[in-house]
């Protein structure tokens, strides 16, 4: 489930030759959507130093919670997964983000942001299964269960889930961060991997049907908006900014994933080549890349107008804003940010 610096313009998206017959002009953030203030933190924000400072200290906190020990293959076959040198930390770095916007200590949203990690790893490890999604390599190396075997992997991705809620709670400073607010993480969190989540929208997907928004926001859109919510419910944010956060993130996760079914198609448009189908149905593949980018722009006005709520709160929104741009743009590689 799934953000760069932040750039005056976006004509191709980043992507290869536009296909004639195309004209959907993708705003520039002089756009009126975009409040003044917000417009002139944006231009001033870089989100890459952000990234990679918060890169290497979630990394670092995820290397102390999974020591290996015994039974041994399972701790290597979780550290292997979340631990991956392709591995974007896009769900941490959105919680931490979302924190900072109400909340003056980072530390307080460190456990969740990495349980948040965790969560997304153990996903992504049942998702690349033979009965699932079958897919052969995942963060620039090959999958869980192509290292470790089908039964490896399970066991794997059923020890991160709970691991991560573990974390939250023996983790998370008592005096940062009241229990009551730490229960509707966990609540959230819980929601958000269940059969009313992400699981849903993996069923939905092996299932089949023409049901691709869902799908979508399910098994993408679910994890960035539990990723922001996480971060307002831990600093406390108003149950309004919360439901704004919310949509934001639902927004931002989606966007994310249609931008790369549009590169995707444009990449194998360009060599020529069907390219590798992924099992399930994507925008591209049902709606077209025409109507993918109309989408495209539907779900960066949605989020940016979301944001626009928290103008009160200044530069602290910045990183969010950027994140939408990211999710377009693509303007640095974060896996180079491991290096």
Not at 173 to 200: H, Q
Not at 250 to 257: H, N, P, S
Not at 263 to 278: P, R
Not at 321 to 335: E, K, L, P, Q, T
Request: aromatic content about 8%; overall charge negative.
């Amino acid at each position: 489930m799934v953000f760069s610096t932040v750039l005056t313009s976006v004509p191709n998206l980043y992507l290869t030759r536009k296909p004639k017959n195309i004209h959907i002009q993708i705003r520039c953030l002089s756009s009126p959507s975009v409040s003044i203030s917000s417009q002139s933190t944006l231009t001033q924000f870089d989100l890459k130093a952000y990234w990679a400072t918060l890169y290497a200290e979630i990394t670092q906190k995820l290397e102390e919670a999974i020591p290996v020990k015994y039974p041994d293959q399972i701790y290597e076959a979780m550290r292997y997964s979340v631990l991956a040198k392709g591995a974007k930390r896009a769900p941490p770095v959105m919680c931490v983000a979302a924190y900072e916007i109400f909340g003056d200590n980072r530390l307080a949203a460190f456990p969740t942001a990495c349980a948040l990690e965790m969560v997304h790893a153990a996903s992504l490890i049942h998702d690349d299964l033979p009965c699932m999604d079958d897919a052969l390599e995942r963060r620039g190396q090959p999958s869980n269960h192509k290292v470790f075997g089908d039964d490896m992997a399970i066991l794997a991705g059923d020890a991160l889930f709970p691991l991560g809620f573990h974390h939250i709670v023996m983790h998370t400073p008592p005096e940062l961060v009241p229990e009551s607010r730490l229960l509707r993480v966990i609540a959230e969190i819980a929601r958000t991997v269940g059969s009313s989540g992400m699981a849903a929208g993996q069923f939905l997907d092996l299932k089949g049907g023409n049901t691709v928004d869902f799908i979508q926001e399910k098994k993408y859109g679910a994890m960035g908006e539990c990723s922001a919510v996480c971060g307002g419910l831990l600093a406390g944010a108003k149950d309004d900014e919360i439901e704004r956060l919310r949509r934001y993130g639902r927004a931002v996760g989606v966007l994310y994933e249609v931008v790369n079914d549009v590169l995707l198609s444009k990449s194998t448009e360009k060599e020529g080549t069907e390219g590798q189908e992924k099992k399930g149905k994507g925008y591209v593949r049902l709606y077209g890349i025409e109507k993918s980018m109309e989408i495209m722009e539907e779900l960066r006005s949605k989020a940016k107008n979301e944001l626009d709520g928290f103008e009160k709160y200044g530069d602290c929104v910045a990183p969010l804003y950027s994140f939408i741009d990211y999710a377009i743009n693509r303007g640095f590689n974060v896996s180079d940010l491991s290096q």
